[in-house]
């Protein structure tokens, strides 16, 4: 069992930084693979990032490529998103997700484990 609890959202202004967080209680963080979804309202929830066990195997989402990066801290069993150039239509309640499986995977339906969502919010 994963319990998952994001942190560091808020309201920014377009071209601002946000980083969140995500703690993972449990001892076998490490094992998972680590994601972070989004979901507007009225939209489906859609993937940004996701990071192997290792830090070794990173996909985006093609509309934050070049703008997020995630990253692990296995000994603090927290996965991060560092969120740079925001936008208006970053707006979202973002999740933090663990899997344990072999594949890295961008499908949400792959994702046992959810924490309860954070907002961000970016005005134009």
């Known amino acids: 069992q994963v319990q998952l609890v994001e942190s560091g959202g808020g309201l920014v202004q377009t071209g601002n930084s946000l980083r969140l967080s995500c703690t993972a209680s449990?001892?076998?963080?490490?094992?998972?693979?680590m994601g972070w979804f989004r979901q507007a309202p009225g939209k489906e929830r859609e993937f940004v990032a996701v990071?192997?066990?290792?830090?070794?195997?990173?996909y985006y989402a093609d509309s934050v490529k070049g703008r997020f990066t995630i990253s692990r801290d296995n000994a603090e069993t927290t996965v991060y998103l560092q969120m740079n150039s925001l936008k208006p239509e970053d707006t979202a309640v973002y999740y933090c997700?663990?899997?344990?499986?072999?594949?890295?995977?961008?499908?949400?339906?792959?994702?046992?484990?959810w924490g309860q969502g954070t907002q961000v919010t970016v005005s134009s």
């Open positions: 997700a663990a899997q344990q499986a072999s594949v890295v995977s961008t499908m949400k339906d792959d994702y046992k484990y």
């Open positions: 449990g001892r076998t963080f490490s094992s998972y693979a």
């Open positions: 990071i192997s066990w290792s830090g070794n195997i990173i």
